[in-house]
């Protein structure tokens, strides 16, 4: 078996080994591909892995050889996946290889915004503690967890671990998803999203990006928020009029902190990378080294399995 691994520098940029897919067949490793290099590379291949690079059915055509596409991701978009069923092309997914991984990322940027512990820093290496006349100073208001009310849209893996986290921490904590939860615990309740938006100090988004969920939070959403609340995003980018969002944040209603945008690298004229009140990171919770070696475990095992005629994580 041919397989090619697309896009492999974000999963892999090197401190990680791909000999157990090497040991289930002819692998050659791309760390990037860009479109036009995509049917050249996989013209011969049995099996495709890709993270970002677009498997069209054009690229299907041209790939005869072509039974299975590995998505080393859990989101499917970047494959046609119509054409890959029509072609009985096998497609599969990684869910669930990092939950803990985002979670902890949340509770970052939540404690980020609650402790201001980069501008504290940043202002005792300017000297400002040094020529302090007291034994400590605070540049903006510090903030307990304790008692307040987090939001969670979603209740998926992630949803559920930036629960444990949140009653950790003695906050309240309000789901909602697409449908009620029932059986809930004693400490967490469902609620309608309008209703999650108004009664949280912090909400945190962890649903999927699809035609009911694009742009969810927007002007409408946004004013139902508290002044002063905390949006955190580290779903999609996508889930928020991000326009919407600069302009709230300008008018200094709102906090946020997103680990996504719309459109990723995104562009510089992004209305996020110059609003007030905002922390940006690139994309990262998914990728502590320990997420990413799970990952690739069971990209290999899906791949593994397939080869064993009883394929797993098959999402078409």
Same mark, same amino acid.
């Given at each position: 078996m041919k397989i090619v691994v697309l896009d492999g520098y974000t999963l892999n940029p090197g401190d990680l080994d791909w000999a157990a897919l090497s040991k289930l067949g002819d692998v050659e490793v791309f760390e990037h591909s860009?479109? =036009? #290099?995509?049917?050249?590379? &996989? =013209? $011969? /291949? *049995?099996?495709?892995? !890709?993270?970002? /690079?677009?498997? !069209? *059915? !054009?690229?299907? #055509? $041209?790939?005869?050889?072509?039974?299975?596409?590995?998505?080393?991701a859990t989101g499917t978009n970047v494959v046609d996946m119509k054409a890959a069923t029509a072609r009985n092309i096998v497609v599969t997914n990684v869910p669930a290889y990092g939950p803990d991984a985002v979670a902890q990322m949340v509770f970052a940027l939540i404690l980020q915004h609650a402790q201001q512990v980069s501008l504290h820093d940043s202002a005792v290496k300017q000297g400002q503690w040094t020529s302090s006349r007291d034994f400590c100073f605070t540049l903006s208001p510090l903030m307990s967890l304790k008692g307040k009310t987090i939001g969670i849209v979603g209740y998926g893996d992630i949803g559920q671990q930036v629960a444990k986290l949140a009653l950790a921490f003695n906050m309240k904590v309000i789901i909602t998803s697409g449908r009620e939860k029932t059986g809930l615990p004693d400490n967490i309740t469902w609620q309608p999203l309008t209703?999650?938006? /108004? #009664?949280? *100090?912090?909400?945190?988004?962890? &649903?999927?990006?699809? =035609?009911?969920?694009?742009?969810?939070?927007?002007?409408e959403s946004l004013s139902l928020l508290k002044m002063g609340a905390l949006l955190v995003n580290t779903a999609r980018g996508g889930l928020i009029d991000e326009k919407a969002l600069a302009q709230a944040l300008n008018q200094q209603r709102l906090f946020a902190a997103v680990d996504v945008l719309s459109t990723e690298p995104p562009r510089d004229d992004n209305p996020l990378l110059s609003a007030d009140n905002i922390v940006i990171t690139p994309h990262i919770a998914w990728a502590t080294i320990e997420a990413r070696q799970n990952l690739l475990n069971i990209a290999v095992n899906n791949v593994q399995q397939f080869l064993n005629h009883s394929p797993v994580n098959q999402v078409n």
């Amino acid at each position: 078996m041919k397989i090619v691994v697309l896009d492999g520098y974000t999963l892999n940029p090197g401190d990680l080994d791909w000999a157990a897919l090497s040991k289930l067949g002819d692998v050659e490793v791309f760390e990037h591909s860009h479109h =036009e #290099q995509i049917i050249p590379r &996989c =013209e $011969q /291949a *049995d099996i495709i892995l !890709t993270n970002k /690079a677009l498997i !069209t *059915d !054009t690229v299907m #055509q $041209q790939c005869p050889n072509l039974k299975y596409i590995g998505v080393t991701a859990t989101g499917t978009n970047v494959v046609d996946m119509k054409a890959a069923t029509a072609r009985n092309i096998v497609v599969t997914n990684v869910p669930a290889y990092g939950p803990d991984a985002v979670a902890q990322m949340v509770f970052a940027l939540i404690l980020q915004h609650a402790q201001q512990v980069s501008l504290h820093d940043s202002a005792v290496k300017q000297g400002q503690w040094t020529s302090s006349r007291d034994f400590c100073f605070t540049l903006s208001p510090l903030m307990s967890l304790k008692g307040k009310t987090i939001g969670i849209v979603g209740y998926g893996d992630i949803g559920q671990q930036v629960a444990k986290l949140a009653l950790a921490f003695n906050m309240k904590v309000i789901i909602t998803s697409g449908r009620e939860k029932t059986g809930l615990p004693d400490n967490i309740t469902w609620q309608p999203l309008t209703s999650l938006l /108004a #009664q949280s *100090d912090i909400v945190s988004l962890h &649903c999927p990006l699809n =035609e009911a969920s694009d742009k969810m939070i927007n002007r409408e959403s946004l004013s139902l928020l508290k002044m002063g609340a905390l949006l955190v995003n580290t779903a999609r980018g996508g889930l928020i009029d991000e326009k919407a969002l600069a302009q709230a944040l300008n008018q200094q209603r709102l906090f946020a902190a997103v680990d996504v945008l719309s459109t990723e690298p995104p562009r510089d004229d992004n209305p996020l990378l110059s609003a007030d009140n905002i922390v940006i990171t690139p994309h990262i919770a998914w990728a502590t080294i320990e997420a990413r070696q799970n990952l690739l475990n069971i990209a290999v095992n899906n791949v593994q399995q397939f080869l064993n005629h009883s394929p797993v994580n098959q999402v078409n």
